[in-house]
Structure formats: structure tokens, C-alpha cells
């Protein structure tokens, strides 16, 4: 053999060798690209990438979004699109005019890749109110004694500086409870550090009404109720409520023993169900029916046996313009 070929033998077994003791390469070296930019509505930009991105790894602050002439547009949000590739991006009311995005969007290996573009704006209103995608915990859970998180999601970012009203029972323990919005606008979350008394079923319900970036409100409350106690002990109960006759789509009922302790809403085909102590209560309805804040509907005050199990109350036209957490006592 050759002087040459030993050489090249030696070289190849160090290689070899070498190479059984490197990290494999990583199976994405390359950063996401900015493929498509689709204007959806005037607040609703969706950008489309070559491959998944994740909306929650991108902080807001690290995107510009300018006009032609340099003015600074506001960007209120981002989430994620319907699939993994697509992000939603809102924004205040944009004109039909041309405007100048930058920023940068990382995939799921934790590759950086930056972005500019530029897309005309969409003079579309968005007509579609929000809705509530979903509520935790979820209704009947038990053992949340220490640490509690209530928080409501929507499905896309609302107007956090308008008014939003809530109701908690017991009356009181509202107190017990502070108030935080999510970065993306897309989540009301109400959190307990310290621990909860044992003995009470708590209940908490979100009023319909909340706009989104557009204005249109959302129509359904979100609701849910909880115990600290390993247990949650007590009876299912139900009903409907109604109005002239027909079903009530939206409500409140409120269940007293010399104070509120429980609540329920009316959904959207005039139900409503919920667990409470077994026992004698008093049972009152109340609806605000265009969402502004002050009762239009109220049932009279009416004593309920759990062991009868269903209930069906008739609202009338109440004319005390009162807010609805003006009838908890």
C-alpha cells in the first residue's frame, strides 16, 4: 500500500471516529419566512409563514406597523390563526391606504427570522361579535382551595377600557378576588393567592356585553362555579325563564337565604341550571336585554324547595333602572 493511501485510510478512521462522538445537526437550521399578508377586516391583519410560529412568543412591542408617511399605527394584539402557520394580527381601525410592517417571528426549533412587508389596508368592518372559547375552572371542580385563577377567554382580542361587569357570589367575596387582563386582550383572568374558606360553593358569572376592537358586543355570559372543599356538595337544579310567553335568551337568577350564595345564567334558550345547598331558597330573575348595564326584565321573588328540582319564571318590565348587581343583598 501506498504511502498516500495509509494517509487517507488514517484520515477516514479519525473522521469516523470524530463523527460518532458529534451532536447530530439540528433538524431546522432555517428561520420562518413571511410567505402571505391577507387583510382580513379593517382591525384583522392575517400573515401567513412557510412554516408553524407561535403567537405567544412574540412580544407585541417588537412589531411596527406604519403608514406610508412614518406615522406609528397602533397593533392592540396578535393571536394565533386557524392553523399553525398563520398569525392574527389586530390592529386599530386601518384605511385603504398602504402601510409598512416590520418585525420578527420565531418557529418551533427557535429560529429567528425577521420580516418586512408592505400590504394595503382592508376597508371591511369586522360585524362578528366576540365570543367566549372558553372558562376555568370549569364548572363543578372542587378542591380550589389556595391559589385560585378564574379567567375567561375570548375569541379574539376585546376593548379592555370599556366597562365590564361581573357578578360574584357569595355576596362579598368579590373582594377576595383581583382583576387581570392578558397581554394579547384575549383573557380576563380573576386570581386568589390566599386560601378560600371551606363550607361555600363560589360563583362567578361575566356579563354579556363586552365589545371587541369593532364595537360589536359579545351576547353570552360566561359562568362558572367552584368549591374549595374536597366535595362539592349540594343538588343540581334547574328551569327557564320567560317572556311573554316565550323563551328568555339572556338573564341572571339569583338565589338568597337572608343574602345572595348562588346564581346562575339564562342561556340562549331561556334554561338555566346550577348546584346549590340543598334547602329552601329564594329565587329571583333578572335580564338586561340590550347588554347597557341596567335591568329591563325582573321576575318576582319567589320561594324554591330543591327538592322540587325545576323552576320556570315569568319576567316583567321593571322600570327601577337599576344595575343588575343592585339586586344582590
Known amino acids: 500500500m501506498s504511502r498516500s493511501h495509509v494517509w487517507l485510510v488514517l484520515i477516514s478512521t479519525l473522521l469516523l471516529a470524530c463523527a460518532k462522538k458529534m451532536l447530530p445537526p439540528s433538524p431546522d437550521r432555517f428561520p420562518p419566512h413571511l ?12 400573515l401567513l409563514f412557510d412554516e408553524p410560529v407561535a403567537a405567544d412568543k412574540i412580544p ?6 406604519a403608514t406610508r408617511t412614518g406615522e406609528a399605527v397602533t397593533i392592540r394584539g396578535l393571536s394565533q390563526g386557524r392553523s399553525g402557520d398563520r398569525i392574527l394580527l389586530w390592529t386599530e381601525p386601518l384605511e385603504k391606504r398602504e402601510y409598512l410592517l416590520k418585525g420578527v417571528a420565531s418557529d418551533p426549533a427557535g429560529n429567528i427570522g425577521r420580516f418586512v412587508c408592505r400590504f394595503s389596508g382592508s376597508p371591511r368592518a369586522d360585524t362578528v361579535p366576540p365570543r367566549i372559547s372558553g372558562v376555568q375552572p370549569t364548572p363543578g371542580s372542587a378542591g380550589l382551595k389556595r391559589g385560585v ?13 370599556a366597562q365590564v361587569r361581573w357578578l360574584f357570589a357569595p355576596i362579598g367575596s368579590e ?10 386582550w384575549q383573557e380576563l383572568a380573576f386570581v386568589r393567592r390566599d386560601s378560600l374558606e371551606p363550607g361555600s360553593i363560589f360563583y362567578f358569572i361575566l356579563e354579556p356585553g363586552i365589545p371587541d376592537l369593532e ?21 343540581t337544579v334547574h328551569g327557564r325563564a320567560r317572556w311573554k310567553a316565550g323563551p328568555l335568551g339572556t338573564g341572571v337568577v339569583l338565589f338568597f337565604r337572608e343574602r345572595t350564595l348562588a346564581m346562575a345564567p339564562v342561556l340562549s334558550d331561556g334554561s338555566w341550571t346550577t348546584r346549590v345547598k340543598a334547602g329552601e331558597w329564594t329565587v329571583q330573575a333578572l335580564a338586561d336585554t340590550n347588554w347597557d348595564g341596567i335591568v329591563d326584565l325582573a321576575g318576582y321573588e319567589t320561594t324554591f324547595l330543591t327538592a322540587g328540582e325545576s323552576l320556570d319564571i315569568i319576567l316583567h318590565p321593571d322600570a327601577s333602572q337599576k344595575p343588575l348587581d343592585a339586586y344582590l343583598r
Open 149 to 161: 385563577r378564574i379567567s375567561v377567554r375570548f375569541s379574539e382580542p376585546v376593548d379592555t377600557c
Open 215 to 235: 364595537g360589536n358586543r359579545c351576547r353570552t355570559p360566561a359562568w362558572t362555579y367552584f368549591a374549595p372543599d374536597s366535595s362539592l356538595d349540594g343538588v
Open 35 to 46: 410567505t402571505e399578508v391577507n387583510p382580513r377586516t379593517r382591525v384583522q391583519v392575517e
Open 175 to 184: 373582594t377576595l378576588f383581583s382583576r387581570r387582563w392578558g397581554i394579547d
Open 60 to 65: 407585541t412591542e417588537s412589531l411596527r406597523l
